[in-house]
């Protein structure tokens, strides 16, 4: 079965552009979720949608949103692009809202 | 405060030889979850093993296994005789609930640098 996957797997943007990143869970998983994980840290919650809602949300500026489809593919849009953006982007799915979450190969963002 | 501890920026091993990573939590929520996860230079992050704090036996999954001291809130990950893939970063984690929504989020460690040495 297929896992988790992400698109695209680098991207290069300048400030001030808005990015969009793409996340398709794992086959049955209806829950999503989005970090973000900076050189040297460990990942950091920004987003979680299951069944297409909006079920939890951690400390990023409104320039970060997100959307979740119905076949449960997930968005994760990112306006006005600042240099401190430049990250590691990780898409997790589990089974609910409440199961071990297993993560993508991630989008590593550069902004120039 | 610092949710999830890991005192090991990086660590040493020779092949085949077991290997202790640490990590301490801080939670006044009696029910929580505890993670361990891998990530080679790729990135992926690698689902290793899952310790509930109810459970009354310490979670192994083959090589793996995690000493879990809840008076100590400590989850420690062993690895057993080492192997060269398993160089990498291993990132603690626990499960809590976000603030918003109802839902659980992951918060991680800063993580471990593991070398296995030939």
């Known amino acids: 079965d297929a896992g988790v996957t992400q698109s695209p797997t680098h991207l290069i943007k300048t400030r001030g552009q808005h990015v969009t990143l793409r996340c398709s869970p794992i086959s049955g998983h209806k829950s999503v979720s989005w970090y973000q994980q900076v050189l040297g840290q460990g990942p950091q919650f920004i987003f979680q949608?299951?069944?297409?809602?909006?079920?939890g949300r951690g400390n990023f500026p409104d320039r970060f949103s997100a959307r979740q489809f119905p076949n449960y593919s997930s968005e994760l849009n990112v306006n006005a692009l600042l240099l401190g953006d430049s990250a590691l982007y990780l898409c997790a799915s589990s089974a609910t809202a409440f199961q071990p979450q297993h993560f993508g190969d991630g989008t590593r963002l550069s902004i120039l | 405060a610092q949710k999830i501890t890991q005192t090991q920026p990086g660590m040493f091993v020779q092949e085949k030889e077991a290997v202790t990573l640490d990590c301490t939590y801080d939670?006044?929520?009696?029910?929580?979850?505890l993670f361990w996860y891998k990530q080679p230079s790729s990135g992926e992050m690698i689902f290793l093993i899952y310790?509930?704090?109810?459970?009354?036996q310490n979670a192994t999954e083959g090589r793996y296994s995690l000493n879990f001291q809840k008076a100590r809130k400590s989850a420690n990950l062993v690895i057993s005789a080492s192997q060269l893939g398993d160089s990498a970063m291993y990132f603690c984690?626990?499960?809590?609930?976000?603030?918003?929504?109802?839902?659980?989020?992951?918060?991680f460690g800063k993580g471990t640098k593991l070398t296995v040495n030939p």
């Open positions: 984690a626990m499960r809590e609930r976000a603030t918003q929504g109802g839902s659980e989020k992951l918060v």
């Open positions: 939670t006044s929520d009696p029910s929580y979850g």
């Open positions: 949608y299951y069944e297409k809602e909006e079920r």
């Open positions: 310790q509930g704090s109810y459970d009354q």
